[in-house]
């Protein structure tokens, strides 16, 4: 298989979720982690936000297929914003393709933007070959797509794969082509966007890719850095780091995290006092260190003060 989106993980796009191999009712990714949610079905890769959506990815065949059934008309909004998991049920999968791609396999894509779809049920496809964009459409919350393979109706991890004879890890035969097995390392964790704000950072402008853009001046009333994150766990420490552009820090802010959260919104910032913020170059840093491991996640973001 081909990734699904030609991107660059852990740079323009992440693997949010996997899928949940613990049968029962835990949670456990191929690695172990808990990179999912209980009963997930298939592998969630992710852009940065509605903002790159609408600039349009995207989403191709993985494998050769015949397209069994398409889905082309659903809105694109967060589910908890569209009238709950109710206004979707039956159609979680939102916008789709589903492909048969012959001796008991099949691959779904999932939560297509609408309209986007360009293949119809019949068409043979080949691998690679475009089905649609990037969508935020039924049971999501963010703009993604949505991969699940089956074999004889069976779900199956693709980093995994059939038979795979350890508890954790990739197995032995894994679905993905080389290439792409290799360009998606293993992330349990992502500081997947990253910006300042002249004001208190807003989560859902963030979310929308609305900061793209932002400028700050010398007479801008406050110097904030923002992060969205995926899968933060409890005790996780996040630093925010702020330096002038003479090198000197003006902030320097450490946060401990209360529970795990999927995605987690997060910020710190300074007010400018009496006298305006020197021109120049601003720094700033966010790492996320886990206590008791030696995982740590970061990531370094300048903007210009005019």
């Known amino acids: 298989m081909e990734m699904p989106l030609r991107c660059t993980p852990g740079s323009d796009c992440w693997i949010?979720?996997?899928?949940?191999?613990?049968?029962?009712?835990?949670?456990s990714d191929y690695m172990c982690g808990t990179a999912s949610y209980d009963a997930h079905k298939g592998t969630d890769i992710a852009v940065r936000d509605t903002g790159v959506m609408r600039q349009g990815v995207e989403v191709f065949a993985s494998a050769t297929g015949v397209v069994r059934g398409v889905r082309n008309n659903m809105r694109d909004i967060d589910f908890n914003l569209g009238g709950g998991a109710k206004s979707v049920e039956g159609k979680e999968c939102g916008n789709g393709v589903l492909?048969?791609?012959?001796?008991?396999?099949?691959?779904?894509y999932c939560h297509m933007l609408r309209g986007s779809v360009i293949v119809k049920k019949g068409d043979t496809v080949?691998?690679?070959?475009?089905?649609?964009?990037?969508?935020?459409?039924?049971?999501?919350e963010f703009p993604h797509v949505h991969l699940q393979v089956k074999y004889n109706d069976q779900v199956v991890d693709p980093f995994a794969g059939l038979g795979r004879t350890k508890k954790c890890g990739i197995g032995k035969a894994p679905l993905w082509r080389t290439e792409a097995l290799l360009a998606m390392l293993y992330e349990p964790t992502a500081l997947y966007s990253v910006g300042f704000a002249s004001t208190t950072p807003n989560e859902r402008i963030a979310r929308e890719g609305l900061y793209g853009s932002e400028t700050l001046f010398q007479k801008s009333p406050v110097i904030a850095l923002w992060t969205d994150m995926f899968w933060v766990n409890p005790d996780d420490k996040v630093q925010f780091l702020i330096t002038d552009p003479e090198g000197e820090t003006i902030l320097a802010h450490?946060?401990?995290?209360?529970?795990?959260?999927?995605?987690?919104f997060a910020f710190a910032g300074i007010k400018r006092g009496k006298k305006p913020w020197p021109k120049g170059t601003y720094t700033g840093e966010i790492r996320l260190i886990r206590p008791g491991s030696d995982e740590e996640f970061s990531v370094i973001k300048e903007i210009d003060v005019n």
Do not use: F
């Open 254 to 264: 450490t946060t401990t995290l209360k529970k795990k959260n999927a995605r987690r």
């Open 126 to 140: 080949e691998s690679g070959q475009t089905l649609g964009l990037v969508g935020l459409s039924g049971l999501t």
């Open 16 to 27: 949010v979720n996997y899928v949940d191999v613990d049968p029962g009712k835990g949670v």
């Open 99 to 108: 492909l048969d791609n012959g001796n008991g396999w099949t691959t779904q």
